[in-house]
C-alpha cells in the first residue's frame, strides 16, 4: 500500500529530536501515529511542515492530498452563530450534527465547544488523511470518547491520523513517535 505521508531525513530548527538526527516515517491507509514530546519539542511544527504551513528547511515531506488539518488555533468566526458554522459544516460533508444551541455567537462558547465545532468539519468522510494538533485540549470525557470513536472508524475505513497530544491515546492500534 502507498504510504499517505512520507517524510524522509527530515530535520528543521524547532523539532528538537532532528537536531540529532533527520526523522523518517511514513503513515498507511488504517494506521494511526501520535506524536508526543513535551512542550515545545516542535509536534506542531512537524504537524504544519506536513500541512504546507510551514517550508521543510532539509528533507522531504510528501502528502497525498486531500487531507484535513486542525492546527491549535480556533480560527473561527466569533461574530457568527452555531447555525451558520453548521450550515458551513453541512456544505462541506454533507451532514453536521450538534447538540449546542444554534443561535448561540460562536464567542459565546465555551473552548470545548469551539473546540467541538471545529472538530466538526476536520472530520471529514472524504479526507484519507487527518492531522489533528491536541485534539482533545478543551473537551468533556463525552466529546473525547465521541473523537476517538471516530478516529477508530475512520481507520476501519482505510483512514489514517497523525495526532499531536500530550493525552494517552487510547486507539488499539497506533504507533507513537517520541519527539
Known sequence: MTPIINICALQHDYIAATKMRPLSFSIKGGECVVLKGGNGTGK???????AGILPVEQGTISVTPPFS????EFGLKESATVLHYQ????ALNGICETILPLHRPI????SGQKLSLR???????DRKLWILDEPTRFLDQT???HLWN?????QEQGGATLIASHDDVPITHHTTIQL
Open 44 to 50: 506542531s511544527t512537524l504537524l504544519r511542515l506536513i
Open 69 to 72: 488539518y486542525l492546527g491549535a
Open 87 to 90: 450550515r458551513f459544516i453541512t
Open 107 to 110: 464567542n459565546n462558547l465555551s
Open 119 to 125: 472538530l466538526q468539519s476536520a472530520l471529514r468522510p
Open 143 to 145: 466529546a473525547i470518547q
Open 150 to 154: 471516530c478516529i477508530g472508524l475512520h
